[in-house]
Nanobody
C-alpha cells in the first residue's frame, strides 16, 4: 500500500504563490509517476500536471503552463507543486496521485493511489 499526504494549501490573493507538497510512504516501485489534479466546487476533477520520477518527463495542463512547476525529491519520495501568478479560477481542492507504471496523462482513472487533498483558495 501507498499513502500520499498533501500539504501547503491555503488562502492567497490573486497574483500570489503557493507551494504544495505530496509525500509518499509505504510500498516503493521501480518506476512510477506522481501528479496533481484539482477539483473546484461543482466541477469535475481535472488534471493539472504529472511527472515521471524515473526520467523526469512532465505533462502540464494548458491552463497552468508557465505558472505552475512540478518538481521532486526522490530521496524524500516527495513531489512539489510551485504555483505562481495564481488566479481565482485556480481555487480548488488539489489532490496528489501516484501511478505505478509511470503514466503522466490526464486520465484520473489510470492513477493507482490518491491523497486526501488540500484546499487552495485564491481571492480576487
Amino acid at each position: 500500500q501507498v499513502q500520499l499526504v498533501e500539504s501547503g494549501g491555503g488562502l492567497v490573493q490573486a497574483g500570489g504563490s503557493l507551494k504544495l507538497s505530496c509525500a509518499a510512504s509505504g510500498r516503493t516501485f521501480s518506476s512510477y509517476s506522481m501528479g496533481w489534479f484539482r477539483q473546484a466546487p461543482g466541477k469535475e476533477r481535472e488534471f493539472v500536471v504529472a511527472i515521471d520520477l524515473s526520467n523526469l518527463r512532465t505533462n502540464y495542463a494548458d491552463p497552468v503552463k508557465g505558472r505552475f512547476t512540478i518538481s521532486r525529491d526522490n530521496a524524500k519520495k516527495t513531489v512539489y507543486l510551485q504555483m505562481n501568478s495564481l488566479k481565482p479560477e485556480d481555487t480548488a481542492i488539489y489532490y496528489c496521485a501516484l501511478d505505478i507504471g509511470g503514466y503522466i496523462g490526464g486520465y484520473s482513472g489510470h492513477y493507482d493511489y490518491w491523497g486526501q487533498g488540500t484546499q487552495v483558495t485564491v481571492s480576487s
